[in-house]
C-alpha cells in the first residue's frame, strides 16, 4: 500500500493550500484517513482526520475554522484544505491511513510534503 501526498508549497501568511493524498489500493476506502504534520524540531503531531465516508472528521485545535478534510473514495484520496496560514503552519504533512486512527497506531504512512509560510 503507498499514499502518495502532493500539493505542498510555498506562501504567504493569511494563503491557502490544498493538500491531497491519493492511495494505492481501493481496500483503503475502508480506513479512517488524515493528516499529520512535524515542524523542524519538533514531535509529528495530529493534525485532522476523517472516518471511512468522511461523514466524521476530527481537528486539532490549533487548526480548527482553518483547515478542512474531505475525502472522496472513487478517487481513493483525501484532502486537506488549508485557508489563513500561518507560519507556525510551517511543517512538513504526511497523510495517514488506518482502520483504527489513533496517533500510535497508524497502519499506512505516506510521504511528506513540505508546507513552508513566509512572507
Known amino acids: 500500500v503507498q499514499l502518495q501526498a502532493s500539493g505542498g508549497g510555498l506562501v504567504q501568511p493569511g494563503g491557502s493550500l490544498r493538500l491531497a493524498c491519493v492511495a494505492s489500493e481501493r481496500t483503503l476506502e475502508d480506513y479512517s484517513m488524515g493528516w499529520f504534520r512535524q515542524a523542524p524540531g519538533k514531535e509529528r503531531e495530529f493534525i485532522a482526520a476523517?472516518?471511512?465516508?468522511?461523514?466524521?472528521?476530527n481537528y486539532a485545535d490549533s487548526v480548527k475554522g482553518r483547515f478542512t478534510i474531505s475525502r472522496d473514495n472513487a478517487k481513493i484520496t483525501v484532502y486537506l484544505q488549508m485557508n489563513n496560514l500561518k507560519p507556525e503552519d510551517t511543517a512538513v504533512y504526511y497523510c495517514?491511513?488506518?482502520?483504527?486512527?489513533?496517533?500510535?497506531?497508524?497502519?499506512?504512512w505516506g510521504d511528506g510534503t513540505l508546507v513552508t509560510v513566509s512572507s
Open positions: 476523517t472516518n471511512w465516508n468522511g461523514v466524521n472528521t
Open positions: 495517514a491511513a488506518s482502520l483504527v486512527f489513533t496517533p500510535d497506531n497508524i497502519d499506512f
